[in-house]
């Protein structure tokens, strides 16, 4: 399987509720993570929240779960413990940005967006969000972001999924890891 950075993954991958075929609080006790059982404030696992949130906005659970390990590690729990924090800390601290939304570039998060569950929430409102967005410029060019403009790369998407991938984060190289993890995951979300 080769990375195509014009279609890095097909929609379905992305779009489409797909909660029925699988066990979050499972796979994620598989693959060592540390909110596998996490009961959020609703009382509601990490889990069923994701299921119920994507299946409200049509999003696929198998990419809430890519996001969450390319955003935080959350899923594999393999990350480094910054200096001070302890290891409940550290988690608490991903947890609080699990999904990366509404996370300003100094690294704080804006409040509403704080915690988990909101976290969740936010992941699947943005991703409808972005998908109807990005529907009608598939087969266009399409800019992706750079330091500066002289590096600025024009590309032409075949797909909804892949430039949902870059209004995400408009980079290559985030796209590619997001095709890695997926790949490590669910090799059978990238087959025709």
Not at 64 to 82: A, D, H, K, M, Y
């Amino acid at each position: 399987m080769i990375f195509d950075e014009t279609n890095v993954l097909p929609d379905r991958a992305l779009l489409g509720y797909d909660g029925d075929s699988i066990d979050v609080s499972a796979f994620l006790k598989a693959h060592g993570s540390p909110i596998a059982n996490r009961i959020l404030p609703s009382g509601f696992s990490f889990g069923s929240k994701l299921k119920e949130r994507c299946r409200e906005f049509g999003i696929s659970v198998r990419w809430g779960i890519v996001r969450l390990q390319c955003e935080s590690g959350l899923v594999s729990g393999q990350f480094p413990t910054r200096n001070g924090y302890t290891r409940e800390q550290e988690i608490a601290q991903r947890e609080s940005k699990a999904y990366g939304v509404g996370c300003l570039d100094d690294g704080r998060v804006i409040e509403k967006w704080l915690g988990l569950e909101m976290q969740i929430h936010g992941f699947a409102y943005f991703c409808a969000k972005i998908s109807q967005k990005v529907a009608p410029m598939v087969g266009k060019p399409y800019a992706l972001d750079a330091a500066n403009k002289e590096d600025r790369k024009v590309i032409v998407c075949k797909n909804v999924a892949t430039l949902m991938l870059y209004e995400y984060t408009p980079h290559v190289d985030a796209a590619r890891e997001t095709w890695d993890v997926f790949r490590r995951y669910f090799p059978e979300s990238l087959t025709a």
